[in-house]
């Protein structure tokens, strides 16, 4: 059965502190790996990972993807309040339309 | 540019009745998804749409129907509502399945 898991499920943080959520997938035929963030509404696209070893970056947050190990992380440093949201991470299976996504970080940063 | 456009934003049934879901998105995406989302939970995929006339099962598709309607709209029917189906509802969209999903606001959607 194809799975993505995440870890922690949550993070409590103080502003400043530097964060690494994380990812892990058993997904049959992989292709990309995505995360978004999830804030009131919708989740919303911060990255695409399909290559291994190659760091995807945005400002203060960064993502790498180890395809040999099968896992993800995601950084966030020096977080702020803004930063506060679920982080969820999925997979696209090769030849398929579908994502499969984890059950996501619920990251908590205090003033 | 409204993107994916969700219809109701909340919405209260009583066990047994039936709801229909709208979606529509402004991006000429081939792709569309539904979702439902419990706390704990993550997204999990109810029914997609690969193309204009074509729809496939997710990973929970038992009690709901889907009907892609044109390449801009894609519904989703509760034919007999049932209190395990009370969860916030997603839809999203995509140019094709590899590239990043973009969701709708989601429906609060409360069975009793």
């Known amino acids: 059965e194809d799975k993505v898991v995440q870890s922690p499920l949550s993070l409590v943080v103080h502003e400043g502190d530097t964060v690494t959520l994380n990812c892990s997938y058993e997904?049959?035929?992989?292709?990309?790996l995505l995360w978004y963030k999830q804030e009131k509404k919708a989740p919303t696209f911060l990255f695409m990972l399909?290559?291994?070893?190659i760091e995807k970056k945005s400002g203060r947050l960064s993502s790498i993807l180890d395809k040999k190990e099968l896992f993800s992380i995601l950084n966030i440093t020096a977080t702020q309040t803004g930063d506060s949201a679920i982080y969820l991470c999925?997979?696209?299976?090769?030849?398929?339309?579908?994502?499969?996504f984890g059950k996501g970080t619920k990251l908590t940063v205090n003033p | 540019n409204a993107g994916v456009t969700q219809t109701p934003k909340f919405q209260v049934l009583k066990t047994g009745q039936s709801m229909t879901l709208q979606c529509a998105q402004d991006m000429n995406h081939n792709s569309m998804y539904w979702y439902r989302q419990d706390p704990g939970m993550g997204l999990r995929l109810i029914y997609y749409s690969a193309s204009e006339g074509t729809t496939d099962k997710g990973e929970v598709p038992n009690g709901y129907n889907v009907s892609r309607l044109n390449k801009r709209e894609f519904s989703l029917r509760l034919e007999s509502a049932a209190p395990s189906q009370t969860s916030v509802y997603f839809c999203a969209s995509s140019d094709r399945g590899e590239q990043p999903q973009h969701f709708g606001d989601g429906t609060r959607l409360s069975i009793l």
């Open positions: 997904v049959t035929n992989f292709r990309s």
């Open positions: 999925a997979v696209v299976q090769g030849g398929s339309e579908k994502l499969v």
């Open positions: 399909t290559s291994s070893g």
